[in-house]
């Protein structure tokens, strides 16, 4: 069967099936978040998400399946029971593994790339290959199967490298060397297995400088929805130091990116990558990320992923209007172009991640959660998120990962927003917490 016909178009004559029942994959906040906005929307009924966390069941209509996200025979025989309309997948995990595919060839609607287009982010250096062939703009690179190959490389450059593993190390596989020295630890490191499988072949990088930015087009294979772009935080520590994270905090819209320069990547970035998969015959329903570099020559891709960031996704939920869901499942069918407009919220949203100490490296988990913030009570601009959270044998909310909550708030002006969230994390606490005080400092003159 071609991959074509393993999706489930719907004829061109026809309206958008109702969306009762929709089943999301995955465990984080960004699933959370995703969980939130679908049961926002007016037609569904219920939202299932497996294996979720902690706080799936706080938001109304959510349910938690005791399923692993990587476990396709029970996810399709649930939501062949549960009759579910949508599955959307979150996480590069069970994409690089090719879960779209299966759910997919069992009749299933699903929001999420293939085993072969998920390679943009699986893959780094199919990635640049593509980059290269499409001609976008990126750091020049050079791919190394072996030590003594990455070394002659960086003998003949003569500058410090990015090292990239070119496999999946969620977030840890990247090594910014400021020296030679760094760029041959680093090096050493890879091939001495630090990164496992990921890192058996190496993509090195040239340096960039510029502010980064998150940028995420939902596509239906053929045509692309470009969303607000969005900042976010990789490393640990206050002043962006520090080890990389999956990230700590993010904020959305990103001003730095008018109009005319969004318009500038969906010409240069965005169009020439769906256009370079579709001549690969890859039929991309699912989030095409590019992580930009506004360099002093442009906007230059970084890297790919194949899914919403996290916790960039927690930001820009909540600025979409609840029309959200019927755009990803547009984009699922194969038919963006029946979906009605993205309607974004005027305001500016904050999410800012309380983390268990020891993340990224070995994260404390089994400490006791409290949220004294009832946002039922009080009608604000603040979300709740829960990322590594579940409920332990005695009922209790527990952190369980290195992510633990993220708080999420939206002002008229920056300015409130971040107000709004930083009072409202103050009521969140467990042993350890840890938090960054300068989430924003792009757009932020008190920090
Ligand atoms: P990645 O996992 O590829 O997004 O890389 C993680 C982080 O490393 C990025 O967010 C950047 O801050 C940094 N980085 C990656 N590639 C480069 C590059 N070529 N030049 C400078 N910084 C980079
Ligand atoms: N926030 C970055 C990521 O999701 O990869």
Redesign the pocket.
């Known amino acids: 069967m071609s991959l074509k016909n393993m999706n489930h178009d719907i004829p061109p004559d026809s309206a958008l099936p109702l969306l009762k029942r929709v089943l999301i994959i995955g465990s984080g906040g960004r699933e959370n978040s995703l969980a939130w906005a679908f049961s926002r929307f007016s037609e569904v009924e219920q939202v299932y998400v497996c294996p979720g966390n902690g706080g799936t069941e706080e938001h109304p209509l959510c349910l938690r399946l005791d399923i692993d996200e990587l476990n396709s025979s029970e996810i399709i025989k649930a939501s062949k029971t549960l009759s579910i309309d949508l599955i959307v997948i979150g996480g590069e995990k069970p994409l690089a593994a090719g879960l779209a595919d299966k759910l997919r060839k069992a009749g299933l609607i699903v929001f999420g790339p293939g085993k072969e287009g998920a390679q943009l982010e699986a893959s780094?250096q199919w990635a640049k290959e593509l980059m290269v062939e499409a001609n976008i703009p990126t750091?020049k690179f050079w791919t190394a199967k072996n030590k003594a190959e990455a070394l002659a490389i960086l003998a003949k450059i003569k500058m410090p490298l990015?090292v990239?593993a070119d496999g999946l190390a969620s977030?840890k596989?990247?090594t910014?060397c400021d020296s030679l020295k760094e760029t041959e630890f680093a090096i050493n490191e890879a091939f001495e297995g630090k990164f496992g499988e990921a890192g058996t072949k190496l993509v090195l990088?040239?340096?960039?400088?510029g502010p980064?930015v998150s940028i995420f087009a939902i596509s239906d294979g053929k045509s692309l929805k470009i969303m607000p772009a969005a900042q976010d935080h990789?490393r640990l520590l206050e002043g962006d130091k520090g080890p990389?994270t999956g990230g700590m905090g993010a904020y959305a819209p990103a001003l730095i990116l008018n109009k005319e320069k969004m318009k500038e990547i969906e010409k240069t970035i965005l169009q020439p990558t769906l256009q370079t998969l579709i001549k690969r015959k890859i039929d991309f329903r699912g989030v095409i990320y590019a992580?930009l570099?506004l360099t002093n020559e442009g906007p230059k891709v970084?890297?790919y992923n194949c899914r919403f960031g996290d916790p960039e996704c927690q930001a820009l939920m909540p600025l979409m209007g609840e029309e959200i869901a019927k755009v990803i499942q547009s984009a699922a069918l194969g038919a963006l172009e029946k979906s009605p407009s993205l309607i974004y919220k005027d305001l500016k949203s904050v999410c800012l991640i309380a983390a268990s100490s020891g993340y990224p490296e070995k994260p404390r988990k089994g400490d006791s959660i409290s949220i004294e913030l009832d946002l039922n009570k009080k009608d604000l601009p603040i979300q709740i998120f829960h990322s590594g959270t579940q409920i332990n044998r005695e009922g209790e909310l527990v952190t369980s990962g290195g992510r633990v909550i993220s708080i999420v708030a939206q002002g008229s002006s920056y300015k409130e927003a971040f107000r709004l969230a930083y009072n409202a994390i103050k009521q969140v606490n467990f042993k350890g917490i840890y938090y960054r005080h300068d989430i924003g400092n792009q757009i932020r003159k008190d920090v």
């Open positions: 780094k750091a990015v990239k977030g596989g990247v910014v990088e040239e340096c960039l400088q980064e990789k990389n992580g570099m970084i890297e």
